[in-house]
């Protein structure tokens, strides 16, 4: 049973850790196994619910699914499945653990791949798995059984991913397409069989996305990456940091200590992600306004109608939303305990990375065909919902006492 709160632990050894945690390997950084069975924050994963941005906020990480054949993928999200379950709903090729196993009879897993004592014996429960929706009775989570893919991207890329887990590789035509910042590579899969479970070495550095190819009725029971200084993670401490920091000015302000209190925009903090050529960051969000459930922000491009600017910020609606421009925009966020993530993408022909790599904006950003992807800049800016309170120290006249 995945835990619902990751923890994290510090550890000389190069292995994974338990399902749905994370530690920290020999190479100094993060190891994390995601599983399916909650999300980034702690939320727990029910078999049938679509998911894309659940891991987004805390581990920059996005997936999407497609389908070319016999397959549905809503907004291109993938779905949950839970391959314990035990009846008639769903693909029994994707199920766990094989009824052939210790203790295992009344499963309704089966195929010979998964069978005890083969090399891909599925005797482990797996829990959750993801898959691309059948295109028949969508009302129960059942496996395409088509060709399709589930995509892994990254913002900003990850250190390592190290393996992927599967259910049901019962042919060779499957395969990984990895996509890092210096290289694009195949890497094949050979299938054990029907129900057949199996782990895919991958060991790519410095990854932005991977896709699985499939064709067939697959599920993936985890997907297992590295992060060093992850981007997210330092969002969520630094989150951690002003709420301290608000909690103290709030308090100040009730104290009898203090006087001359005043609310105040707390400034926007920017969180480094990519090696842009830009140097001065700080005029390119400016908050408005603050109401504790929204935030309200200007973006000013670098220079008034020149280039192009694409804002990816969180909106009660669906998760994110991409707003693009030439001008300055206007824009509210929606807050997630009292912080909003945003990304700021930046086009103009005086732009570059430092390493010469292209910025891909999200899909929904729409980039216009005159956007040169080699000239942007990506940056991601942490905005504070709350009000600041600062307040002076009170001075006390001579016999005056204060609790």
Request: aromatic letters at 6%; charged letters at 20%; proline letters at 6%.
């Amino acid at each position: 049973i995945p835990s619902i709160e990751p923890s994290i632990s510090l550890s000389d050894s190069k292995s994974e850790t338990n399902t749905g945690s994370l530690a920290r390997s020999s190479r100094q950084c993060v190891v994390v196994k995601l599983d399916f069975g909650t999300a980034g924050n702690g939320t727990v994963l029910s078999s049938g619910e679509y998911v894309k941005y659940e891991w987004r906020e805390r581990y920059g990480l996005i997936v999407k699914a497609s389908s070319l054949s016999g397959g549905v993928n809503p907004n291109d999200m993938p779905r949950v499945f839970n391959t314990e379950v035990r009846g008639k709903v769903g693909n029994r090729h994707i199920r766990s653990p094989h009824r052939s196993c210790p203790g295992a009879s009344k499963s309704n897993a089966w195929g010979i791949g998964g069978k005890h004592g083969q090399p891909g014996q599925n005797c482990e429960p797996k829990g959750n798995g993801l898959i691309i929706q059948a295109n028949k009775n969508i009302m129960v989570p059942r496996a395409s059984k088509g060709v399709g893919a589930i995509t892994f991207d990254f913002d900003p890329p990850v250190a390592e991913v190290r393996s992927i887990g599967f259910l049901n590789i019962d042919s060779d035509s499957d395969y990984l397409e990895v996509s890092a910042s210096s290289e694009k590579r195949t890497v094949s899969i050979n299938g054990l069989g029907l129900n057949a479970a199996q782990n895919v070495d991958v060991n790519a550095t410095n990854v932005r996305s991977v896709s699985v190819h499939m064709h067939g009725p697959r599920a993936i029971t985890h997907f297992t990456f590295c992060s060093k200084s992850d981007d997210k993670i330092r969002a969520l401490s630094s989150r951690e940091s002003l709420s301290a920091t608000t909690q103290t000015a709030a308090a100040q302000r009730k104290s009898p200590h203090f006087a001359d209190c005043e609310t105040k925009s707390e400034p926007v903090h920017n969180i480094p992600i990519d090696n842009c050529t830009l140097q001065d960051m700080e005029d390119i969000v400016t908050i408005v306004d603050q109401s504790v459930s929204n935030v309200t922000f200007v973006v000013n491009p670098i220079m008034e109608n020149e280039g192009w600017t694409a804002v990816d910020y969180p909106t009660p609606d669906f998760g994110v939303h991409c707003a693009s421009d030439t001008r300055p925009q206007q824009i509210t966020a929606d807050c997630d305990d009292g912080y909003a993530v945003v990304d700021v993408y930046l086009h103009h022909n005086r732009l570059s990375q430092r390493d010469g790599h292209a910025i891909e904006p999200p899909s929904a950003c729409d980039v216009p065909k005159m956007v040169n992807q080699e000239q942007m800049c990506h940056v991601r800016f942490l905005l504070n919902c709350r009000p600041a309170v600062k307040c002076k120290k009170k001075k006390l006249l001579r016999g005056e006492i204060v609790d």
